[in-house]
């Protein structure tokens, strides 16, 4: 019977061909789990983005907030900026308008800034307020919460604070008239009152500013960086004739 001619088909593949192909394979699982990394560190990426941009929201919307509900007490300055340290008084807006538990003393300042270093962005805000006595110490807790480092809370535990985003530096300035002034420079503040926490006999604390502005340096390096303004203007000022 005549044979039948053997084809490399029946034959199979030679040892080369298979670690022609193994290789080929590899490669391309390489490029494949090159691709696949990179879009989880895009991904991971623009979370992170995201997440920075969400808080740093946060941090601008409370800080709004709390100029917002400013109130003046007729007992300590409803905005009082040192430099370093700054204290306002506001409603409390735990409940309803008509069923507020009192007020509360906010500060604002930033914390663990070296130079070349970028520090937090820190809030604190007392237990709810209903009496004077109480509005005083509150008041002193704050300036004691900014000197410590830390929160030195009242008898029951109701003061707080929380470290909101990553900062290099952060000024104020206060809009009265028609021109921006610095705080410690502007019209109407008592320079030793500030210092002091003391006022006069019949001395009344000086009005809030018409507008504050806020300018945050943003630690560079990171994937929000750079100068922020933000301007507030009092919901209370009515528009010039």
């Known amino acids: 019977m005549p044979t039948r001619p053997t084809t490399k088909a029946a034959l199979g593949f ?17 490029l494949s789990w090159r691709s696949i990394d990179g879009m ?45 340290l700054l204290r306002l008084t506001r409603r409390d807006s735990s409940e309803s308008a008509l069923h507020s538990p009192g007020l509360r003393v906010v500060a604002w300042r930033q914390r663990g800034a070296r130079a070349g270093h ?3 962005w820190v809030r604190w805000q007392s237990e709810p307020i209903r009496q004077r006595e109480q509005l005083a110490h509150a008041w002193q807790r704050a300036a004691h919460w ?43 503040l008592d320079p030793g009152t500030a210092a002091t926490d003391v006022r006069r006999p019949g001395q009344r604390p000086a009005a809030p500013p018409d507008g504050v502005r806020l300018l945050l340096e943003l630690p560079a390096g990171q994937r929000l960086s750079g100068s922020l303004v933000r301007d507030w203007v009092r919901p209370t000022l009515g528009a010039a004739p």
């Open 40 to 84: 989880v560190r895009s991904q991971q990426q623009t979370e992170q983005h995201a997440n920075d941009l969400l808080r740093l929201q946060a941090a601008l919307g409370q800080w709004a907030a709390d100029l917002d509900a400013l109130i003046e007490t007729g007992e300590v300055q409803a905005l009082d900026f040192d430099g370093q």
């Open 146 to 188: 900014s000197q410590a480092g830390a929160a030195v809370p009242a008898p029951s535990g109701g003061d707080s604070s929380v470290a909101l985003i990553g900062l290099l530096q952060w000024q104020l300035f206060y809009h009265r008239g028609d021109s921006w002034t610095h705080p410690l420079s502007a019209v109407g």
């Open 14 to 30: 030679t040892l080369i061909e298979l670690l022609v192909a193994l290789v080929l394979m590899s490669l391309l699982a390489l």
């Open 118 to 120: 970028a520090g937090q």
